[in-house]
């Protein structure tokens, strides 16, 4: 289960900005301003956004099965990009990719619940959050070189296809648990109370902040730098993936920090600092010797906070699998609109100014949320710990025979 697990966040990684590096081609093949190109990044952060707090309250009667398998195939369904006639289909392809994080990101945290003890979810969290990066890394770093080589909508399909895969391997082998079959559900007053406690309206809008800047960034700094700086769209790519590299090492040490920190608050101090800081430096300083190392320091800051962030809602006062649920689907979002308009801004900030300062400044400034949230969230914010037991059913299961 935790391959599977690890297998579907690697795949998620692989397809959310692909496109980023390539937006220039799309630009010049389909007529396009840069705020209508932005939409194929910030489009399936949008579908993600809206299903995200719906996803949450009614996982509980989709249940886990069911949820992961819609996430699979709407990833494999991707692999249908190369198909595209047009740049509407395409964008409309993209799009279910949304569809594909809302469900297994917020089936994932209840899954943790049911078969991993309260340290190991914290380890799993660090994992998953690692192998997400990686699979950023891995698209944003390589999908201009494979554009060399194919058209570049053929490379967006290539990503997709480990989908298929992992759609036949989650229908062999996943499995939940069977003690119970009851339907577990959440009142909206009680997704209400959940939404309203300090903690978790911190942690929303820290996740927001520091997210709308990663997606701004990544989405538009492969551009910035070939049209400001002079740099190939390759080599920009290069330096955009390291953010999502390096935040997979940062990540690990968010995980192994949590460990042995007892408060978060310390951790989401810490990481707000860095990715302010980071954020700041990628576009201010003009030359590599300056933006080589904030593109580093923005990377471990906009992903040593994940572990400790995502754990919380599972430590908190009352929790259930169903408020971690509602939780993760919360923070999925608030921050997927936040995502979702930070490349549009940029793009017509950068339409209307000729500059990227403009819409890279208000995203830079957004990020320093996690630092707020980090002095401002309260000391007696982790609960003692009753956590669901391993094995034990966070939702009834839907699978027959199972």
Same mark, same amino acid.
């Given at each position: 289960?935790?391959?599977?697990?690890?297998?579907?966040?690697?795949?998620?990684?692989?397809?959310?900005?692909?496109?980023?590096?390539?937006?220039?081609?799309?630009?010049?093949?389909?007529?396009?301003?840069?705020? =209508?190109?932005? /939409?194929?990044? @910030?489009?399936?952060? &949008?579908?993600? +956004?809206?299903?995200?707090?719906?996803? !949450?309250? $009614? *996982?509980?009667?989709?249940?886990?099965?069911?949820?992961?398998?819609?996430?699979?195939?709407?990833?494999?369904?991707?692999?249908?990009?190369?198909?595209?006639?047009?740049?509407? =289909?395409?964008? /409309?392809?993209? @799009?279910?990719?949304? &569809?594909?994080? +809302?469900?297994?990101?917020?089936?994932? !945290?209840? $899954? *943790?619940?049911?078969?991993?003890?309260?340290?190991?979810?914290?380890?799993?969290?660090?994992?998953?959050?690692?192998?997400?990066?990686?699979?950023?890394?891995?698209?944003?770093? =390589?999908?201009?070189?494979?554009?060399?080589?194919?058209?570049?909508?053929? +490379?967006?399909?290539?990503?997709?296809?480990?989908?298929? *895969?992992?759609?036949?391997?989650?229908?062999?082998?996943?499995?939940?648990s069977g003690?119970?079959?009851?339907?577990?559900?959440?009142?909206?007053?009680?997704?209400?109370?959940?939404?309203?406690?300090?903690?978790?309206?911190?942690?929303?809008?820290?996740? +927001?902040?520091?997210?709308?800047?990663?997606?701004?960034?990544?989405?538009?700094?492969?551009?910035?730098?070939?049209?400001?700086?002079?740099?190939?769209?390759?080599?920009?790519?290069?330096?955009?993936?390291?953010?999502?590299?390096?935040?997979?090492?940062?990540?690990?040490?968010?995980?192994?920090?949590?460990?042995?920190?007892?408060?978060?608050?310390?951790?989401?101090?810490?990481?707000?600092?860095?990715?302010?800081?980071?954020?700041?430096?990628?576009?201010?300083?003009?030359?590599l010797g300056?933006i080589y190392?904030?593109?580093?320091?923005?990377?471990?800051?906009?992903?040593?906070?994940?572990?400790?962030?995502?754990?919380?809602?599972?430590?908190?006062?009352?929790?259930?699998?169903?408020?971690?649920?509602?939780?993760?689907?919360?923070?999925?979002?608030?921050?997927?609109?936040?995502?979702?308009?930070?490349?549009?801004?940029?793009?017509?900030?950068?339409?209307?100014?000729?500059?990227?300062?403009?819409?890279?400044?208000?995203?830079?400034?957004?990020?320093?949320?996690?630092?707020?949230?980090?002095?401002?969230?309260?000391?007696?914010?982790?609960?003692?710990?009753?956590?669901?037991?391993?094995?034990?059913?966070?939702?009834?299961?839907?699978?027959?025979?199972?």
């Open positions: 289960m935790a391959a599977l697990i690890l297998s579907a966040q690697l795949c998620v990684g692989l397809n959310v900005f692909p496109v980023s590096p390539l937006l220039p081609l799309a630009i010049e093949d389909y007529e396009i301003n840069r705020a =209508t190109a932005g /939409l194929l990044v @910030s489009l399936p952060l &949008l579908v993600a +956004a809206t299903l995200g707090l719906p996803s !949450g309250i $009614l *996982l509980a009667r989709i249940g886990l099965w069911r949820a992961f398998t819609l996430g699979w195939l709407s990833i494999a369904l991707v692999s249908c990009s190369a198909l595209a006639p047009n740049f509407i =289909t395409l964008l /409309l392809i993209r @799009s279910v990719i949304g &569809l594909g994080f +809302a469900v297994m990101l917020t089936a994932t !945290g209840p $899954l *943790l619940m049911e078969w991993f003890r309260p340290k190991e979810i914290l380890v799993m969290n660090a994992l998953t959050t690692a192998v997400l990066s990686l699979g950023i890394a891995l698209s944003v770093a =390589t999908a201009s070189p494979l554009a060399e080589i194919m058209a570049w909508q053929k +490379a967006l399909s290539i990503y997709a296809f480990p989908g298929v *895969l992992g759609l036949a391997a989650w229908l062999a082998f996943a499995r939940t003690a119970s079959h009851r339907v577990v559900g959440i009142s909206l007053r009680e997704v209400g109370s959940v939404l309203r406690s300090r903690a978790v309206i911190l942690l929303l809008a820290a996740d +927001a902040g520091v997210l709308s800047q990663y997606t701004a960034f990544t989405g538009w700094l492969p551009t910035f730098y070939n049209e400001e700086r002079g740099i190939s769209l390759s080599e920009g790519g290069f330096i955009t993936g390291i953010l999502p590299f390096v935040g997979m090492f940062g990540v690990l040490a968010g995980g192994a920090l949590a460990l042995r920190v007892g408060s978060p608050k310390t951790i989401l101090t810490v990481s707000g600092i860095c990715a302010g800081l980071g954020g700041l430096g990628t576009f201010l300083f003009p030359g300056g190392p904030s593109i580093i320091i923005m990377g471990i800051g906009s992903w040593l906070y994940a572990p400790a962030l995502l754990t919380l809602p599972m430590q908190m006062d009352g929790s259930t699998p169903e408020r971690v649920a509602v939780v993760w689907g919360s923070l999925l979002t608030f921050t997927g609109f936040a995502m979702f308009l930070a490349p549009i801004i940029v793009g017509s900030l950068r339409d209307v100014s000729g500059s990227f300062f403009p819409g890279f400044a208000v995203f830079a400034a957004a990020s320093w949320a996690l630092l707020m949230a980090g002095i401002l969230l309260p000391k007696d914010v982790v609960a003692s710990q009753s956590q669901t037991a391993p094995g034990r059913p966070a939702f009834d299961n839907p699978k027959p025979d199972a």
